[in-house]
Nanobody
Framework: QLQLVESGGGLVQPGGSLRLSCAAS????????IGWFRQAPGKEREGVSC????????NYANSVKGRFTISRDNAKSTVYLQMNSLKPEDTAVYYC???????????????????????WGQGTQVTVSS
């Protein structure tokens, strides 16, 4: 069964850091693109970052570039999102998503789009507040 489970969210002060984890069971991560998305109350879900299958090419939204880092541990079937210098506007529910088609997802510079992914986790809350 293909399943994604996010963890690592919580409450952090502005300027702080969190590391989110996405445990991907049933997937071959070397053949799967993983994306991180977030959704704040009253707003649409937006792409944050992604990592492609195989080559591990990464993309980031302009709003998080230089602050967030996506990485992958195939042996643990887990993808991480390291979030540094957090701002109140980063507050949202964060979701990971998977495209196991071994295709071109996340190979287009700057593209992190909801429509490219077929499987979704349940989300983890990140709150940045003093």
């Amino acid at each position: 069964q293909l399943q994604l489970v996010e963890s690592g969210g919580g409450l952090v002060q502005p300027g702080g850091s969190l590391r989110l984890s996405c445990a991907a069971s049933g997937f071959n991560l070397d053949h799967t693109a993983i994306g991180w998305f977030r959704q704040a109350p009253g707003k649409e879900r937006e792409g944050v970052s992604c990592i492609s299958s195989s080559a591990g090419i990464t993309n980031y939204a302009n709003s998080v570039k230089g602050r967030f880092t996506i990485s992958r541990d195939n042996a643990k079937s887990t993808v991480y999102l390291q979030m540094n210098s957090l701002k109140p506007e980063d507050t949202a529910v964060y979701y990971c998503a998977a495209d196991p088609s071994y295709g071109a997802t996340c190979l287009t510079t700057g593209r992190v789009h909801v429509s490219d992914y077929d499987y979704w986790g349940q989300g983890t809350q990140v709150t940045v507040s003093s």
